[in-house]
């Protein structure tokens, strides 16, 4: 029989056993006789049919899939799977004794799974006992203190994107009750989640579990005070190759926000603390700021801010204090200029190294708009700032922590800080750590570093998600210097706001007496032009970025398309090219001029014949080169949705191709969903 019974038949023993007790209690409700046998009747059947099941579906699910894994160091790994799991779904909607006191709806799945997998040489079958479905309860709805209680078991695919799929059970449980009424509602919410995932040549289990308390009192007049705070713990043991990657993350998040509204001001404040303990190491950041704002005049804005910044982990220490004086001006509405004068005091320790970094200076700011009439409208922005910077260190190293970056789309991030010595730690927004080699690649052979994202990953990172990143660098010696930065943009927009045209010009610069001093002085011009008409959107632009610590030029290119070919047919098409040249510099290792260029193509097209039948089409290919790192991926999908009736017919056919740094995987997926609705 099943391969791995034990967790599957103790999982369905319990809920089994859940539903038993569930329905014990249930049946010794008393129920009361009404005075006419009618009455009695049509109340006795509203009683049986509160607590009887309603057959809502029968579902069949066939799934097909090949995969094959090589490697040039290790030759070729193919895997053949096939699943049956014929289920039905039993629904249940109802109340105990009365609406108000506890309402409940049941949607179990049972069903039961049939698979086949494993080499072709070694297919081995398992049978087991599948309980999907979900529960919710709701207690006392009506009252300020009401209750829910939820329940949640599913076994499927989980598409990431159009490239990263797996097969995924999981199974969730969790309540969240609280005060609404009163001048601070207050919500208290738990949840904890298994989840078992299997893709391609890895394997991963996990558990969250999280505690979340939050509060928020609004007083009028757009004043509002907000706490929360949240408790998690992250295990995760994963399995990719054979190679075995264990985490264990647990963290607790608090913050308050409080705005505080005056006749003519307003004062923010922001609280943070973030403690996280993750494989044997811990962090503690906390960030505070306040933001005072005063209207002068209808046309002169003040303000001041402060902010505070404490992070401390395996050895290593950093406070930072920030403020800012400003004065903004509107003169009309087309100009507003600005000034402020700025602070800061750094003290950071790392294994016995110091650093005190002060820094002061003005920033100026002009921005400017001008409409040039019905045909179009130029927009100037304008900022410039002077910094005086006096740093004593003592030692040879200091810690950059939770440097935060945006994932671009070609997944390549390049590190602020040049001469880097370690990478203490790379996590998700959340603090949960990333894999090297499954989540990223490290390249050292340029400075600064590099980080690679490699979106098939365990932690399936994608574009825009956001990652921390902790690590060391040589520190500079004792001095001082000064920094003179410049900002200045043009853009003309055009054809009632269709199209635009804009240069961009950022230009830093660092004088320093000591020559021992590895500043990064920058001159970067921009220039594109963006359109937007009818269903197409198109961006380019032309970057020529020159500094000390790393230079480049390229194009970077955009385009999407969505048309209607006929009155039942549309097709979408998403484009994005780069063509990147890294000239050597000083700090680099390269002696010549290295290439990254980086091409994404996805089509999307969608028939819908009649209102009951679709076919869905995707063709997608990704190709980037440059600093060793190849990769292709390519991903062919196709699907045809039937319903007759209550009837549903589902088709799909996957393929998808991925080579990278000497490792290529194919994988062909095909799946056949039928269902009947009642």
């Given at each position: ?533 009818l269903n197409a959107n198109l961006h380019a632009d032309y970057t020529d970025h020159r500094s000390d610590f790393y230079s480049y030029y ?125």
């Amino acid at each position: 029989m099943a391969t791995k019974p034990t967790r599957s038949l103790f999982r369905l023993a319990r809920c089994c056993g859940n539903c038993l007790a569930a329905a014990l209690v249930l049946a010794a409700i008393p129920r009361a006789r009404a005075q006419y046998i009618d009455l009695w009747e049509a109340q006795q059947e509203t009683e049986r049919s509160r607590w009887l099941p309603q057959l809502k579906y029968i579902n069949t699910d066939i799934e097909l899939e090949k995969d094959s894994f090589s490697s040039s160091l290790g030759g070729r790994q193919p895997l053949e799977r096939l699943y049956v799991l014929p289920s039905f779904g039993l629904q249940w909607d109802g109340y105990v004794y009365h609406p108000y006191l506890l309402t409940y709806s049941a949607l179990f799945e049972p069903g039961y799974l049939i698979r086949l997998e494993g080499p072709p040489n070694a297919i081995v079958r398992s049978d087991e006992l599948m309980l999907n479905g979900k529960f919710s309860a709701n207690l006392l709805s009506i009252k300020p203190y009401a209750t829910t209680l939820t329940y949640d078991h599913n076994y499927g695919e989980v598409k990431y994107d159009i490239f990263n799929t797996e097969i995924v059970d999981s199974q969730s449980y969790g309540m969240t009750t609280g005060y609404r009424d009163g001048p601070v509602p207050v919500t208290l919410s738990f949840q904890q989640t298994h989840e078992d995932s299997t893709g391609f040549n890895q394997t991963a289990s996990m558990d969250q579990t999280l505690l979340d308390l939050h509060a928020r009192n609004e007083r009028g007049q757009n004043t509002v005070t907000d706490v929360s705070y949240e408790s998690g713990m992250f295990n995760r043991d994963l399995n990719a190759g054979g190679v075995e990657y264990p985490s264990d993350t647990s963290y607790q998040r608090a913050s308050i926000f409080d705005k505080e509204q005056f006749d003519q001001s307003s004062l923010r404040s922001t609280f943070l603390l973030y403690d996280v303990d993750t494989a044997g190491s811990s962090s503690v950041n906390v960030n505070a700021t306040e933001n005072y704002y005063l209207n002068i005049t209808p046309k002169l804005l003040n303000y001041d801010n402060y902010a505070f910044s404490y992070y401390s982990g395996d050895g290593a220490r950093a406070v930072q204090h920030f403020a800012t004086m400003g004065i903004q001006h509107t003169l009309f509405e087309s100009l507003v200029s600005g000034v402020e004068a700025r602070g800061s005091v750094l003290n950071s320790q790392t294994d016995g190294n110091t650093l005190d970094l002060d820094t002061l200076g003005p920033t100026g700011t002009l921005d400017y708009t001008k409409k040039l009439g019905d045909w179009g409208r130029l927009i100037i922005d304008n900022s410039g700032s002077y910094t005086w910077n006096k740093q004593d260190a003592t030692g040879s190293t200091s810690l950059v922590p939770n440097e935060s970056h945006s994932v671009p789309l070609n997944g390549l991030i390049r590190l602020s800080q040049p001469r880097d010595l370690s990478i203490v730690s790379i996590t998700d927004a959340n603090g949960v750590p990333l894999i090297a080699g499954s989540d990223y690649s490290l390249i050292t052979t340029t400075d600064p570093w590099q980080i690679q994202i490699l979106f098939t990953g365990t932690s399936h990172l994608q574009t825009g998600r956001v990652i921390l990143v902790t690590y060391t660098i040589e520190t500079n010696p004792s001095g001082t210097y000064r920094t003179f930065a410049s900002q200045s943009q043009i853009t003309l927009r055009f054809w009632k706001e269709r199209a635009d045209v804009f240069a961009h010009y950022d230009y830093t610069q660092n004088h320093t007496d000591s020559p021992d001093f590895i500043l990064d002085n920058v001159r970067e011009v921009q220039v594109g032009a963006d359109l937007n008409w009818l269903n197409a959107n198109l961006h380019a632009d032309y970057t020529d970025h020159r500094s000390d610590f790393y230079s480049y030029y390229g194009w970077n290119l955009l385009e999407n398309y969505s048309f209607v070919v006929d009155a039942d047919s549309t097709i979408s098409i998403d484009l994005a090219q780069q063509f990147l040249t890294y000239p050597p510099t000083t700090l680099s290792s390269y002696e010549q001029n290295q290439h990254l260029s980086f091409y994404s193509f996805m089509v999307r097209h969608e028939w819908r014949p009649n209102p009951h039948v679709s076919v869905n089409g995707e063709l997608g290919y990704l190709v980037q080169r440059g600093f060793g790192f190849n990769e292709d991926l390519l991903a062919a999908r196709a699907y045809l949705n039937w319903q007759m009736g209550r009837a549903e017919v589902h088709l799909g056919y996957e393929h998808d191709t991925q080579s990278l740094v000497g490792e290529r995987m194919l994988r062909d997926y095909a799946f056949i969903r039928l269902r009947r609705n009642f």
